[in-house]
DNA sequence: TATAATACGGACAAATTTATCCGTACTTGA
DNA sequence: TCAAGTACGGATAAATTTGTCCGTATTATA
């Protein structure tokens, strides 16, 4: 495992935010199990440009971020399902708020964007 | 400079507001200017854990990505004032919201993130 | 009996971001 | 004249994140 050099820099709440919500498909994921997307292989599938590695890993460390739980039921082949733990709940009216401030300003951010 | 291999993704308005958001320092710059700290040797004493080269990469970005604007007075010695532009005060309430989520659960999410 | 589906993980490579170290130019004050 | 302040940028190294390729195990279905 990858062993950080530098301690994370949480000074301020919104980098609190952004330490847990920063992965380039965490948003995906989140989202994907508020709405009843919850078992890795259909979260696979409904984010298909993501490996199922890197999707792993970062639903490890929202586990390991208080925001979902993970319940694995003991049957053959395995289930696994996420779900949104209280905290994570409480990210969903942010994470509304802030896809809205996006969409609101869509046009003129995909021009200044480089893709 | 960098060059990009493969293309940002934009699907939905929460990536848009991280692709313009993400970056250590973008943070407290956005915040720093919105509290009239605005000339980059200012900003660079503010936040001394940060390199003048990496702030002044940030600071480029977020006026590529019309959050800042950029006023250079030909001056000696050179002054520079960088301002929220209309995007960028559109998104402090954001900031705001996001931040205060950070504080109310800093306590729980201090325990979990590793530093 | 192969194939696909379920879920997970190690080792390593590629991409990206952040930091370091160098240098430019001009001016004011000691 | 020398140090310090102002602002900027190239080249490269280090840190970090993301992706690829391998392999494990079990069960139902064709």
Redesign the pocket.
Known sequence: ??????PVNIDCGLHLFMEVM????KINLVWCIYNEIK????L?RKIP??????L?????QLVNHGILS?K?YDV??????YSLTELGESLIPIIKSTAKWGEDNREELEKLIVK
């Open positions: 495992m990858y062993e950080r050099k530098t920063n992965g380039k498909w078992r890795p292989s259909d696979q440009n993501a490996t199922r590695r890197v792993e890993g970062q639903l490890k993970k694995t053959k082949p395995p289930k696994v399902e």
